[in-house]
T-cell receptor, first 113, second 111 residues
């Protein structure tokens, strides 16, 4: 049973554009929602995370939007750059991250000039 | 520098052979995790340990074994019972406030 569904599987965006990746979860006990960025041959690195008591969190060009009633959250990358080309994973956890992470299936993002 | 060290980076296994993947952390984190990554399937949890001498099965534990004799170390053994072991294996550690830290992974290939 896949508890976190991620879309799209791949995404191509022009430089300077907005990249949007979506995730939906099923377990209402989840209360911590991080996004990870992974480059080829490397481990994932935490990009930004949100808790369900807020609807949006912004860090630089990266924004998480959270819709608790719809059980959905999304990552927006503003002014996308070629260096943003990577695979992005959403994840969810209980107890504010003190339990195991459940990951989405990943989105391969390519930024073209 | 604090972090997680996984070794080796590449590993080749013959049919019927057991192999052990190393994971060491110097972050003083309590919890450690092993994930398997396959194309198009994200990261799936194999085993995790929240304290020394204790560990729990994740979603895909069959064919794998672990030990946690020291806080710093959480080795993963891929046994001959794992029928499809070719994958990228990621180790992670966790502590409240600091969050999760991942290693750089081990790519295991069956030859």
């Amino acid at each position: 049973q896949q508890q976190v569904k991620q879309s799209p599987q791949s995404l191509i965006v022009q430089k300077g554009g907005i990249s949007i990746i979506n995730c939906a979860y099923e377990n209402t006990a989840f209360d911590y929602f991080p996004w990870y960025q992974q480059f080829p041959g490397k481990g994932p690195a935490l990009l930004i995370a949100i808790r369900p008591d807020v609807s949006e969190k912004k860090e630089g060009r990266f924004t998480i939007s959270f819709n608790k009633s719809a059980k959905q959250f999304s990552l927006h990358i503003m002014d996308s750059q070629p260096g943003d080309s990577a695979t992005y994973f959403c994840a969810a956890s209980k107890r504010f991250g003190n339990e195991k992470l459940t990951f989405g299936t990943g989105t391969r993002l390519t930024i073209i000039p | 520098d604090g972090g997680i060290t996984q070794s080796p980076k590449y590993l080749f296994r013959k049919e019927g052979q057991n192999v052990t993947l190393s994971c060491e952390q110097n972050l003083n984190h309590d919890a450690m995790y092993w994930y398997r990554q396959d194309p198009g399937q994200g990261l799936r949890l194999i085993y995790y340990s929240q304290i020394v001498n204790d560990f729990q099965k994740g979603d895909i534990a069959e064919g794998y074994s672990v030990s946690r004799e020291k806080k710093e170390s959480f080795p993963l053994t891929v046994t001959s019972a794992q029928k499809n072991p070719t994958a990228f294996y990621l180790c992670a550690s966790y502590m409240t406030v600091y969050g999760y830290t991942f290693g750089s992974g081990t790519r295991l290939t069956v030859v």
